[in-house]
């Protein structure tokens, strides 16, 4: 490893802190748990933030992380400018330190001079530094001038820069409203031999001095009313690049000059053949190689919409880069192995993932290369009808954002037809769609309406279903009280409880709370950070603070719960055996009813895999294996192998689940004794909910047992109603259904042959063309094939355009015979009629068809056509 490498950097800054006895956290996922607000998780803070709004405790008062965060998406969208300056990425790793109310400005001040100026640390010249502070932070200054002895000159106030009160590049806020404070910003000098000036400066732009840390102190809790409140225990949240800090120390003044990113750039020359390194499309590449496959491991699939239509973005974005230095072929998959041997332990979760991300990468790129082909369709069909010399930008842009056909490809091909494109109305274009998608993903929240929850509960419910306890806060409507009485619905905080609160994908437990004064009844359980909150209604009485209950769970309730949470381990493992070790879970949901897990795999499953699935599990059940429970360091856990589900957040010692000699997975849920206990697994339902991700349902003990009896109830039924042995059910069903298909043939010949009949008194000539133009009603699409099959047998030349109108939806089939595809093809004439009816399709040169969903434009879109034909044949 040379010195100052990027991992040598992550590592070492990790053993500092560790060092000043910080807990050292493991990065979240990308995709935040349980938070609205984002739509990646963009900073480092962000698995905090319930703990700077106090709806969340952790058993350690300071930490560190190296947190994986995506900007690309949202109100931090730099995709476009990525792989063209020098410090933007769409993947970046974000060094922090977090004080959760143990120290503040001075200690998080004098941390980072000694990480950054120390001599067995970063060891960085202190004449290079410079620092600023908000305009009014009075003590952070003297901190860096008194204590620091940081010269005056190189110590900036930023005031408030951005128009308002507060709105400044050295005031941090969560929100409009919640915490928020002051920062204290630390600059590098990179030298006078690049332009820029100073932070604060009207050259502050330049290259020269590089923000690399931010120091935020949370001191202020900020109300509706702009009113700031002192909190009372502030905190510090700091956060620095990486990538800008391995630039520092390796002597380099671009991100992309890293030896991370070098390798990974000289990776993706040798795989697309390109001949300069310095290629801004490397950079590009290199940069998305990172986002993509990360986002991927952690169950972002591309998509249409949300999460993965960013991802499908950046994906494609790389793709088009790498057509640009001449890849012909598949290239962007084989990055992800280069990627995992680059990135070493940060990306262990990765590689146990690396067959089914680069599966995804390979499929998404398969299917541009189709995206492409529809582009140029749809282009050449622009084009054809352009009244002028000039593509507009609006055409150009529709092309770029619904199908993914890249500006230059469109230029390119304007070219050689001496054809201008609006660029500046594709520019245009571009900002309106950013605009409307910036607006579509800013979230806020009045964190000051949260649940806070300052106490702390026991749990206890892995051993006992009854257990006293002492009422330590009462919420009605999120608000503290006293007392509750009058049937109120409340939720009653203890501080031990033997009821499981919501968490894992268990759903949280029910039951009862019984005081001297009074009966509460428990409909639901949940956790508010290191508090179990009982969610219910009081049944009669009243409850107050201080009360002491006794707690009953509703315990055949939880049974029922613990046999499915059991149950779904075995069905993880088990279709790892069946389906591959890169089957990774994707979410769960476990109820007294049934249970559902998601999990990656990239195709559909086979009637005789979900078989030999169920058939293990529940020869797992059959040996009655031993359901055992071991806490250990997480580490150690990890080092063994176990399982864990990536997103999850665990702490540093945890509880790993051992069913016998099949499955072994970390796991904080309620289990059942011994897999015996079980008594039945019965698969209800497989289906894929996403690109790469299938869901499985299924059901456990009694409810397992009912639904056969319902099957069991249903095949009988349907024997009698056919007055047959339910041994020939299924010949005779057969029977039936062959029969059914020999009718509804004859149906369809009949109405084919009625249509043909009506339709050849609407053949009209065209420029001595015979063409048929109809809108036809309720008549099956299948129907529609065979007539316009009919009709070209029959006349031998013509182009017949059918559209069938039903329940407000359109099916339209357009066919052209053979001799007339080369002056007019089925698929252009259903390009175009789809682009007016809010449709989509598809075809070859004879033969297209398209649905669509707006009836109403149908009449004006087949006049149209006609027009159309008449100018092309």
Request: hydrophobic share 40%.
């Amino acid at each position: 490893m040379s010195k100052n490498s990027t991992a040598e950097i992550r590592q070492k800054f990790l053993n500092f802190f560790h060092s000043k006895g910080h807990q050292i956290v493991a990065s979240s996922s990308l995709v935040p748990d349980n938070d609205q607000t984002l739509l990646f998780t963009n900073a480092g803070m962000n698995q905090f933030k319930n703990v700077f709004l106090g709806l969340d405790k952790r058993t350690y008062h300071s930490a560190t992380t190296v947190q994986r965060c995506v900007r690309a998406g949202g109100k931090h969208n730099d995709l476009e400018q990525v792989g063209y300056t020098a410090r933007h990425h769409t993947f970046f790793e974000m060094l922090g330190n977090f004080s959760f109310g143990e120290y503040f400005k001075h200690d998080a001040i004098w941390l980072a001079w000694e990480l950054l100026t120390g001599v067995q640390w970063f060891n960085l010249p202190k004449n290079k530094l410079w620092v600023t502070v908000y305009a009014t932070d009075d003590e952070a200054y003297n901190i860096w001038s008194n204590e620091i002895n940081m010269p005056r000159e190189r110590i900036v106030r930023i005031s408030n820069n951005k128009g308002s009160t507060h709105a400044s590049d050295n005031f941090w806020q969560m929100g409009d409203i919640g915490p928020c404070g002051p920062c204290s910003e630390i600059f590098y000098d990179h030298g006078d031999h690049l332009c820029g000036g100073p932070p604060g400066s009207q050259e502050e732009y330049g290259d020269r001095y590089i923000e690399i840390w931010n120091l935020v102190f949370v001191e202020f809790d900020r109300q509706a009313d702009g009113t700031m409140l002192q909190l009372p225990k502030p905190s510090v949240d700091t956060g620095m690049g990486l990538e800008r800090l391995a630039a520092v120390l390796q002597h380099v003044n671009s991100n992309y000059d890293i030896d991370l990113f070098r390798y990974l750039i000289t990776t993706a020359a040798e795989i697309t053949g390109a001949n300069h390194l310095c290629s801004k499309s490397l950079q590009v590449i290199a940069d998305h190689i990172r986002s993509c496959a990360f986002l991927i491991s952690d169950g972002v699939v591309p998509s249409q919409d949300g999460r993965g239509y960013v991802l499908r973005h950046i994906i494609r974005r790389a793709i088009r880069h790498g057509y640009m230095l001449g890849a012909r072929e598949t290239f962007f998959y084989k990055l992800v192995a280069p990627l995992i041997e680059v990135m070493g332990s940060a990306a262990d979760q990765l590689k146990l993932q690396q067959n089914m991300v680069e599966r995804v990468l390979r499929t998404e790129e398969e299917q541009f290369a189709q995206t492409l082909e529809r582009g140029l369709s749809l282009l050449e069909n622009a084009l054809a009808k352009l009244p002028c010399d000039t593509l507009d930008g609006e055409t150009a842009f529709r092309l770029y954002d619904t199908y993914g056909f890249p500006l230059y490809l469109t230029v390119d091909v304007c070219r050689e037809r001496k054809i201008q494109v609006d660029e500046e109305g594709f520019k245009r274009a571009m900002e309106e769609q950013r605009k409307r998608a910036r607006e579509a993903n800013y979230f806020s929240m009045d964190y000051n309406s949260m649940l806070r929850v300052d106490q702390w509960t026991n749990f206890l419910g892995y051993e006992h279903m009854t257990h006293p306890g002492r009422v330590t806060a009462l919420f009605c409507d999120n608000q503290l009280v006293e007392v509750i009485n009058n049937s109120k619905k409340a939720i009653v905080i203890l501080d031990e409880t033997p009821f499981y609160g919501k968490s894992g994908g268990q759903v949280g437990d029910s039951g009862e709370l019984n005081a001297a004064t009074g009966i509460f009844e428990v409909v639901d359980t949940q956790q508010y950070g290191q508090s179990f909150g009982h969610l219910g209604t009081l049944r009669y009485g009243e409850l107050k603070i201080g009360d002491q209950v006794t707690a009953h769970v509703d315990q055949a309730r939880r049974d029922r719960i613990r046999l499915n949470h059991s149950a779904t381990h075995l069905l993880h493992s088990a279709l790892r055996k069946v389906l591959g070790e890169d089957v990774m879970q994707r979410g769960s949901q476990v109820n007294d009813q049934y249970l559902r897990f998601d999990f990656s795999h990239n195709q559909a499953i086979l009637p005789e895999q979900i078989r030999r699935v169920e058939e293990m599990v529940n020869q797992q059940i059959r040996r009655n294996l031993i359901i055992n429970t071991e806490i250990m360091a997480l580490e150690t856990a990890r080092n063994k192998g176990v399982i864990s589900v990536f997103g999850e957040k665990y702490e540093s010692q945890v509880r790993v689940l051992s069913i016998g000699d099949f499955s072994t997975e970390l796991c904080c849920g309620t289990h059942a004794s011994r897999t015996g206990d079980i008594g039945l697994f019965w698969i209800s339902s497989e289906s894929g909910i996403a690109a790469g991700i299938r869901r499985i349902e299924a059901v456990t003990g009694e409810v397992a047992l009912a639904r056969l009896h319902q099957q069991s109830d249903l095949v009988q039924n349907i024997s009698y109603l056919l007055k047959i042995n339910s041994r020939k059910l299924v010949e005779k069903v057969r029977e039936l259904h062959d029969r059914a298909k020999q009718l509804e043939k004859k149906l369809q010949q009949i109405k084919s042959q009625l249509a043909v009949t009506v339709l050849s008194r609407k053949i009209r000539y065209i420029n001595g063309v015979q063409v048929i133009v109809s809108e036809l009603n309720h008549l099956e699409p299948k129907i529609l094939r065979i007539i316009v099959e009919d009709m070209k047998n029959q006349l031998g030349s013509v182009v017949i355009i059918l559209a069938n109108v039903s329940k407000d939806q359109v099916n339209l089939i357009v066919g052209v015979t053979d001799d007339l595809t080369h002056r007019i093809k089925a698929r252009d004439i259903i390009g175009t009629l789809t682009q007016q009816i809010g449709g989509k399709g598809g075809g070859n040169p004879e033969i297209a068809h398209a649905g669509g969903c707006d009836a109403a434009a149908l009449p004006a879109a087949l006049y149209r056509i006609e027009q159309m034909l008449a100018e092309i044949l």
